[in-house]
Every structure is written in C-alpha cells, then in structure tokens.
C-alpha cells in the first residue's frame, strides 16, 4: 500500500516546541508537561489514501482513521 506512518514514543514534547512538519511528514503529538512520556504519529499522505479525524486523548493516546481508495 505503500503507507508512511510512524509513531514515535517518549517524546517528552513541552511548551508547544516540536516540529510540525519534516520533508513531506505531518506531525501530530500528545500535550504533555515535559517531564513524563508523550508520543507523536508522523504521516506522509500518499495518491490513494491518508490520515483522517487525528485527535489526542490526554498524554499518552492518538487516534486517526486511515482511509484508502
């Protein structure tokens, strides 16, 4: 399906610095405080399919819908 996706764990992201964006990726991550976990879902949306409904719950949890077609 070639599907670019990545998640990425113990980010430790604060004060709303991170990078939203490398190359063609999309970065969504969770609102932590710095000091505790945390986790980020990069995404490169392709022809043919990509990320829907991205939401975060709390510190540690991402949701998103892949759609394909």
Do not use: C
């Not at 764990?9 to 969504?28: L, P, S, W």
């Not at 998103?64 to 077609?69: D, H, T």
């Amino acid at each position: 399906m070639n599907v670019d996706v990545g998640l990425l764990m113990k980010t430790k992201f604060h004060n709303n610095m991170f990078t939203k964006g490398a190359e063609v990726y999309m970065v969504t991550r969770t609102i932590g405080d710095g000091n505790s976990g945390g986790v980020a879902l990069m995404h490169r949306n392709q022809k043919g399919w990509g990320l829907e409904s991205i939401q975060t719950f709390g510190p540690n949890v991402i949701k998103a819908s892949l759609v394909s077609g």
